[in-house]
Each structure stands twice: as structure tokens, then as C-alpha cells.
């Protein structure tokens, strides 16, 4: 089974200490939910583990099947199975969507299998039909430039399109459901399950129950000044939903100096 | 400043522009050097009648007089002195396929050309059969009355459609290098279309190999009569290898009352070559110019491609994009001069810069004061892609009349480490991420590109971008 671990990590943001002993373990299959106030690290977490070059990373590491890699460039982590969706998503003027993931793909796949000789127009076109399908979009959407003049529902479901076409093994959600109205959150919840069904192991950051109510996490964990103090099941999340972070706050109190929240 | 006719004409120019170069089949070379001596013996070897021989020599006179211009690249390499100025391409050269550059070929490898193709654009192969589409599309274009001929035979074959037309909208006296181009202009195209008729396909997409035997100092010489609509397209992506570093080219339109003309250039010079270029229309009442334009190659380029609104409700565009890589200046743009009330224009002009890369935008968009009610849109974006690059807009606005719209737009952009870090996110390397960026930049002008040359544009950018990224 394959694992995606986090051990002892360490980041600096400008010199700042954000992320602080931080230890995770996800397997494939398992669903795991990241809470915490805003400010503590959560996108962090998620542009080291993808690899952006502004995280310093000043000890521990993140590993796959026991494997560092800290020593690969983002594309590298990305053929190795490993997805974000970005709670920022940028866009690229001029690119169509469709254009982008066929790349995006035929890249993936080479990497994989250097004898890959990229996907057949005709055979990529039903695969996106197939993907916007499930998370019932517009075909005429593949034809928009990506990300551009895109409302921030929109944004967000076609990261879940470019996840569910690149067919990761780890997925991180970083406020997917942010921006999604309340049928776009039900549509894209489910096909988010039905894309990770025990093949992708995913970390859903969120600050509400309300995806949740839809991909039941196996794990709910709480990050508060740059690590993870509190883990649990599903109801840990509820808990927070009626509770807020007060008792967080008073249990682990003020937060080390630089970090707020 | 008076609005006269000819003095607008002039002053289109009045800092200098340029042209560029075609095709010739001569046999006589003309030995280095220009003098009045050189003149008569391209006109006579060509058989001209005197009018265009007094015309050649008048342009040589003016010439000589004029200097190099200062005010934009730097041109301080061109030696005037040693080149030829009229030769019959493939035997100036003599050379073999061995002599071509090795990145010439990987470039024609990497677009795929066979190599019969490859031969032929390099100038080393023997002649690319053409003839036979060449005949079956002028076929088709003769029964609807279109003509399309080399400008030599244009000449002879209609000389007082020719005369009435030629030099009526690039005088020589415009600016120093269309005054050298006159005096020796070789090659190029005449195409004249009637009144109402419009040409469904682009003309000169078939001779896309034809245009490898680009001349020195081409001219050509396009009249859209009242209601008549064409596409030209004069293209070639495969980069054009010559020993020669100096094109001067001149290129007129006539667009008549109603008519619309999109002239379509692309093109890969060469990073040794001078590209000094003069393309001008004349546009008539409710008459429509689009000049579409990219740049990638060549040491220096020159080109701004004007419009001349000279009738009512007359409108020209303008959509380039220049490409400028190691060592190389770009320096593009365009010119709207409004003559006549309601007439409008648009400027788009893309540029990318990298590997201590320049490119300019340099514009004029002029408003006459008989042109009221006119309106101007002007829009430049450059894109850096590393710090050693660099990218200057020179605008200039004149307006003289009452009600007018006019708009500019300026930005400059640097590939953003957010941008590059999302494509890297989906697996796409700095590389393959960069030239993703680069393409949807230059999207807006592909898109107005016929298929063909879409594709291989994307192909070329690819290429321009291989090893870009450390
Ligand atoms: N590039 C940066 N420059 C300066 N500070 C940064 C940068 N990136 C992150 N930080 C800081 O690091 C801390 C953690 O930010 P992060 O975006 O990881 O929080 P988050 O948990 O995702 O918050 P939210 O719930 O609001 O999305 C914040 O204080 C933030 O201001
Ligand atoms: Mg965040």
C-alpha cells in the first residue's frame, strides 16, 4: 500500500517559522480532513509537500513508500502521483483548459513511460467528456483559457476536473469547497469520491463541515501554529463546527512568537 | 503641419521605415556596391520601360542623398558597400547542404519538412516543384478575373494598371530605405483584384516554398478594387538561411472604396539578417486594412506597418507579435494616420523578450483635423522572460481633430513564479511551462492565422524556446 508521509517538518516563510514538527502519515484510499484557524500553515503545508521553491524547508522531510522527495522539482512530485488543488488557482491567458490538461497528461505519461507517445486527440476528447461528466460541466468549458475570468465556483470544480483527468495517487483539496455554491458542492463532492474510492489518498483542508457532510473523512486532524494537535475521527469536526477553536486556544494557549492566527 | 495629401503621405515616414525581400530569377549579378551604373543595368537586364528607369535613377539620387537613420536600432553593422545588390539567388550562393548551420537544420527537422523542402529553403537544393498547383489555382483566380504575377511580369503584362498604382502609396522619397529599394527592387508580387470579386482562400499559402527565394529587395504591389476582398499570406516559419544579411522591402496596398485586404506575414529570418521593412496601405471610403504580422527572427528588424485612412468610414488594423531572442532587437510597431471623419483603427502589439532579447513598440497613430469623429485603439503587452531581457514602448499620439476616441494600453509582464509553479504543479516542466505561457501570450494572433501556419508557429515557438530555461 502505498503511503505518503510527512515526518518532523520544519518550514520557514521568509525566515518565519510557519510549519513546526508536523507529522502526517496518508495511505491511499484513506481520507483525511486538515482543520485549523486561518493563518496556521495549512497552504503552507500544501506548497512544500507539491514543492514551491519559496518554502524552506530546514529539517524533516516528506516521503512516499519510505522515499524522500524533497530532492524533486514540483513536475517530478507530480508525475510521482501527487496533486493540489489550489485554493488560489492562477490563471494562464491564452491557454484553453483542454489544451492545458492534454499536456498536462501526455507530460505525466511520458514521464511514467518514456516510450509514451501521447494521448490521440480523439481518445483525450472522450476521456474530458467522460471527467466533465461526472462532475457535470460544459464541455464548452474545456474550450475557455484556463483559469481565466473563471468565477471562483468555477475554479474550483476545474481543479477538481484536472485531478479527476490526471488521476493522482495523493490529492491535496486546499479550500475546494470555498466558492462552490451548494449543488456545485454536492457535484463535486461526490465526484471526488467517486475518483478517490480507495485508489487516492486525499487531504481535504477546509474550515467547514460542509464538504464533509459528503466525503466522510477517515481522519480529522487540527492544525494550530504550525503543527498538528489535535486528531480524531468525523466527529472532531463536528465538534469544531459548534465549538469554533476557543477550547483549541485555551488547551494549547497563546501561539510561539511570530505566529498568529 | 498642413493636411495635405502628400505631405501626410510623407510624414508617415518622416522618421523612416522599411520593407523587405522577395524572389528573382535573373541570370546577371550585379557586382558589389551601388552607383547609377548598377541601376541601368538592373532596369535594362529587366527590360523596363524608361519611365521605371528614370524612376529607379530618381530614387537612386534621393538615396544618396539621405542618411542612415539613427532613431531606432542600432544599424552601425550594415555595410552598404559590400552587398550585391541584385543576383540571382541560387547562384550567388554556390553553397552546399554542408555549409548550412547545424541549428538550421535541426530547426527544419524539428518542423518536420522533408528534405527535398529542406534543401530548397536552405537555398541549396535543386528547384521545388511548385508549377503544378501554381497553375491550377491561377486557373481558378483568372475566371474571376484576379490577377496574381511576379511584379515583373506585372509590369509588362499590365502596364497602366501598374503605373497608375505603383509608388502611389510608398513614394520613394518616404524614407531612406524604401528610396534604396526603389532604385533597386527585384522580385515580389502583383496582384490586383476586381471590383466585388473576393478570393475564398489565401492567396500565396501554396507558394509557401516560394518565399525562401526571397529577394533582397522585394516589392510588391496589391490593389483591391471597390468591394474585393483578399488574404495575403507571405509566410515561411522555417527559419530563411542566407549569407546575405540585408532585406529592404517595400510593400503597397490599395484598398478601394468597400474593399478589405489582410495581408499576413511570418517570419523567421535567419539571426544574421537586417530586416528593414516599409508596408504601407492606402484606404479608401468604408474600406478595411488588417496587416497581421510576426517577427521571429533576424539580427534587427524595422517594421511598421501603416494605414493611410484616407476615406470616410475607412478602418486598419494592425496585430503583431515580434520575437526576440539572444543578441536580437525587434523593433515593431505600427502607424494609423486618420485622414477622413469616422474612420478607426486598432494597434495590437505583442512582444517577448528573452536571453538579453530587445524589442521595441514604436507607434503613431495620427488624427488629421478633417478627421473628426475617429476613433484609435492602441494596446502593446510585452513579456519578459528573464531579467536580461528588455522591452520599450515608444508611443506617439497626434491628434488634430474635434470628438475623437483614442485609447493606449501599456503593460509589461514577467512570467510569473505563481504561473510557473501551477503548470509545474501538473507535471509540465519550466520548459514545456514557460512555452505553454509564451503560446497563450500569442494566442490572440495564431488564432488569426490559416491552419497551417498555426501550427507551425506553435511548433517554431517550441523550438525558439528549447534550452531557454536554465
Ligand atoms: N509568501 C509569504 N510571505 C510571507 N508570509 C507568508 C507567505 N506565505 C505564507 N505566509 C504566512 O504564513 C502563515 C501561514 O499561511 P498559510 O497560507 O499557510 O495559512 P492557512 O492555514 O492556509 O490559512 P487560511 O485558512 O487563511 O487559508 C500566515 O501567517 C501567512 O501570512
Ligand atoms: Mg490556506
Redesign the pocket.
Known amino acids: 500500500m502505498t503511503e505518503l508521509e510527512i515526518r518532523n517538518l520544519h518550514v520557514l516563510?521568509?525566515d518565519?517559522e510557519?510549519?513546526r514538527d508536523f507529522n502526517l502519515t496518508i495511505r491511499q484510499g484513506e481520507i483525511h480532513a486538515l482543520m485549523?484557524?486561518?493563518?496556521?500553515?495549512?497552504?503552507?503545508?500544501?506548497?512544500t509537500i507539491m514543492g514551491h521553491p519559496?518554502?524552506q524547508i530546514t529539517s524533516g522531510d516528506v516521503l512516499i513508500d519510505g522515499e524522500s522527495i524533497l530532492g524533486l522539482t514540483p513536475d517530478e512530485r507530480a508525475h510521482k502521483g501527487i496533486f493540489l488543488a489550489f485554493?488560489y488557482p492562477v490563471s494562464i491567458p491564452g491557454v484553453s483548459l483542454a489544451n492545458f490538461l492534454r499536456v498536462a497528461l501526455n507530460a505525466r505519461n511520458k514521464a511514467v513511460n518514456p516510450d509514451d507517445k501521447g494521448i490521440s486527440v480523439v481518445k483525450f476528447r472522450q476521456l474530458l467528456k467522460s471527467k466533465m461528466d461526472l462532475l457535470k460541466m460544459d464541455y464548452q468549458f474545456a474550450s475557455r483559457y484556463l483559469n481565466e475570468g473563471f468565477s471562483g465556483g468555477e475554479k474550483k470544480r476545474a481543479e477538481i476536473l484536472q485531478m479527476a483527468v490526471l488521476e493522482p495517487r495523493f490529492a491535496i483539496l486546499?479550500?475546494t469547497d470555498s466558492g462552490l455554491d451548494i449543488d456545485a458542492l454536492r457535484i463535486v463532492s461526490e465526484g471526488v469520491n467517486t475518483l478517490a474510492q480507495g485508489h487516492i489518498g486525499v487531504l481535504v483542508?477546509t474550515?467547514y463541515q460542509r464538504m464533509l457532510n459528503y466525503i466522510t473523512p477517515d481522519f480529522v486532524h487540527i492544525?494550530y501554529g504550525?503543527r498538528i494537535v489535535e486528531s480524531g475521527k468525523a466527529e472532531l469536526a463536528l465538534r469544531l463546527e459548534e465549538q469554533g477553536y476557543e477550547w483549541i486556544r485555551e488547551k494549547y494557549g497563546v501561539l510561539p512568537d511570530g505566529?498568529?492566527d | 503641419m498642413t493636411d495635405n495629401h502628400q505631405d501626410i503621405l510623407q510624414s508617415i515616414g518622416s522618421g523612416d521605415k522599411y520593407g523587405f525581400s522577395y524572389p528573382d530569377d535573373s541570370i546577371f549579378t550585379s557586382r558589389k556596391g551601388l552607383d547609377e551604373e548598377v541601376v541601368r543595368q538592373i532596369s535594362a537586364y529587366k527590360e523596363e520601360p524608361e519611365w521605371m528607369l528614370e524612376f529607379r535613377l530618381n530614387a537612386f539620387r534621393h538615396f544618396s542623398k539621405r542618411p542612415i537613420p539613427t532613431w531606432g536600432a542600432d544599424l552601425s553593422g550594415l555595410n552598404l558597400e559590400e552587398i550585391i545588390y541584385y543576383a540571382r539567388p541560387r547562384q550567388i550562393d554556390q553553397k552546399s547542404w554542408e555549409d548550412v548551420p547545424e541549428n538550421i537544420k535541426n530547426t527544419f527537422d524539428r518542423l518536420g519538412l522533408p528534405e527535398a523542402e529542406q534543401k530548397y529553403l536552405a537555398g541549396v537544393g535543386a528547384q521545388y516543384d511548385s508549377e503544378m498547383v501554381y497553375h491550377n489555382i491561377q486557373e481558378s483566380l483568372e475566371k474571376q478575373g484576379v490577377i496574381f504575377l511576379s511584379i515583373e511580369n506585372g509590369l509588362k503584362q499590365h502596364p497602366d494598371l501598374f503605373r497608375e498604382h505603383f509608388a502611389s502609396v510608398v513614394p520613394f522619397s518616404d524614407n531612406t530605405f524604401a528610396a534604396l529599394n526603389s532604385a533597386v527592387w527585384s522580385g515580389g508580387s502583383f496582384v490586383y483584384v476586381p471590383k466585388g470579386v473576393h478570393v475564398d482562400l489565401p492567396l500565396q499559402a501554396y507558394f509557401r516554398l516560394n518565399m525562401a527565394n526571397i529577394g533582397q529587395f522585394e516589392r510588391s504591389l496589391i490593389i483591391a478594387d471597390e468591394g474585393a476582398q483578399v488574404h495575403y499570406v507571405e509566410g515561411c516559419t522555417a527559419p530563411l538561411y542566407r549569407t546575405e544579411s540585408f532585406h529592404s522591402g517595400v510593400i503597397e496596398i490599395v484598398v478601394k472604396k468597400g474593399a478589405r485586404v489582410r495581408y499576413t506575414t511570418i517570419q523567421n529570418w535567419s539571426t544574421n539578417v537586417y530586416n528593414l521593412v516599409t508596408q504601407r496601405a492606402v484606404v479608401e471610403e468604408d474600406g478595411t486594412m488588417e496587416w497581421v504580422d510576426a517577427n521571429l527572427g533576424s539580427k534587427v528588424t524595422m517594421k511598421y506597418p501603416a494605414c493611410f485612412l484616407k476615406g470616410p468610414g475607412a478602418h486598419g488594423e494592425v496585430l503583431s507579435v515580434a520575437f526576440a531572442g539572444p543578441g536580437q532587437h525587434q523593433d515593431a510597431g505600427a502607424k494609423m494616420i486618420h485622414f477622413a471623419p469616422n474612420t478607426s483603427s486598432k494597434i495590437t502589439s505583442k512582444s517577448i523578450s528573452r536571453g538579453n532579447g530587445r524589442s521595441s513598440y514604436r507607434g503613431l497613430v495620427r488624427v488629421a483635423s478633417a478627421a473628426e469623429n475617429s476613433r484609435s485603439n492602441v494596446v502593446c503587452d510585452a513579456l519578459l522572460l528573464d531579467h536580461e531581457s528588455r522591452s520599450d514602448t515608444y508611443p506617439t499620439m497626434d491628434i488634430k481633430a474635434k470628438d475623437v476616441q483614442i485609447g493606449h494600453e501599456a503593460t509589461v509582464s514577467k512570467i510569473g513564479e505563481e504561473q510557473l509553479f501551477y503548470l509545474n504543479s501538473r507535471g509540465l516542466s519550466d520548459e514545456e511551462a514557460t512555452t505553454m505561457v509564451v503560446s497563450g501570450f500569442i494566442e490572440p494572433l495564431v488564432k488569426e492565422l490559416p491552419m497551417e501556419y498555426a501550427v507551425e508557429m506553435n511548433k517554431l515557438i517550441q523550438i525558439q524556446m528549447t534550452g531557454s530555461v536554465g
Not at chain 1, 485549523?36 to 506548497?47: H, R
Request: cysteine-free.
Open positions: 516563510v521568509n518565519k510557519i510549519i485549523g484557524p486561518n493563518g496556521t500553515g495549512k497552504s503552507t503545508l500544501a506548497y519559496r518554502y485554493q486546499d479550500e483542508i474550515h492544525m504550525g505566529i498568529h
